[in-house]
C-alpha cells in the first residue's frame, strides 16, 4: 500500500464520487456512468486509477466487470494511512551522525584540535568528543583534567568551563566529575 498513491488518487472530485457510489453497491462502468452522468470512457479511466492505488478492485461476471471497494482501505484510519513505513528517527539519527562526523573531522587534525569552534551545536560535538577521554564513574582534579585537555587544545581553561557551561561535567569543590 503506497499512501502518497492512494491520497493523489483521491484528489479528484470524479473518483470521490466514484467511491461514493461504490459505497452504496458494487457496479459496472456502463452503471456508474449513468448515475454519475459521466462518460463510460471517463468512468474507465478513473478506475483504472483506483485500481492502480488498489482502492478498488474487479471482478468478471457474465458480460459486465463489477467493481467493488476494498475494505481494508477504507476500515484503516488516518493515522495508519499517513505513519511512514521508514522508520523516521533512525534516518534522522543516521542524518544526525553523518554531521557530527564532519564536524569532528573538520575541526579534529591528528586528534588535535585545530581550534574551537564558534557555534554552539558544533562546540558541543566538539565538547562531547573530547569529555569521552575522561571515564564516568571517576572524579579528577582541576590539574589532572587541564593535561587531558592539553592533549587536545592549548585553551584548556575555555574547553574546561565549556565542559560545565555544556552540562558534559560536574565541579564540586575542585573536583571534576563525567556526567
Do not use: W
Not at 488498489?54 to 477504507?74: A, D, G, P
Not at 586528534?111 to 579528577?140: A, G, H, M, W
Amino acid at each position: 500500500m503506497n499512501s502518497l498513491e492512494i491520497f493523489k488518487c483521491l484528489a479528484d472530485n470524479s473518483r470521490l464520487r466514484i467511491i461514493n457510489s461504490l459505497m452504496i453497491e458494487p457496479m459496472y462502468v456502463e452503471l456508474l456512468a449513468e448515475r454519475l452522468e459521466l462518460s463510460p470512457s471517463t468512468i474507465s479511466f478513473h478506475l483504472k486509477k483506483l485500481m492502480d492505488a488498489n482502492i478498488v478492485s474487479s471482478k468478471k461476471e457474465q458480460y459486465y466487470t463489477v467493481y467493488t471497494l476494498n475494505e481494508k482501505i477504507f476500515s484503516m484510519n488516518l493515522r495508519d494511512l499517513v505513519k511512514d513505513d521508514k522508520n523516521e528517527e533512525e534516518v534522522l539519527n543516521q542524518r544526525e551522525e553523518q554531521y557530527r562526523e564532519k564536524v569532528i573531522e573538520t575541526f579534529f587534525k591528528y586528534d588535535k584540535l585545530k581550534s574551537i569552534p564558534v557555534q554552539n551545536k558544533k562546540k558541543q560535538i566538539i565538547l562531547e568528543k573530547i569529555v569521552e577521554s575522561f571515564e564516568r564513574d571517576r572524579t579528577y582534579t582541576e590539574k589532572e583534567v587541564n593535561l587531558i585537555i592539553a592533549d587536545f587544545h592549548d585553551d584548556f581553561c575555555t574547553i574546561r568551563r565549556d565542559f560545565i557551561g555544556f552540562g558534559l561535567m560536574e565541579r564540586e569543590d575542585g573536583i571534576y566529575k563525567r556526567v
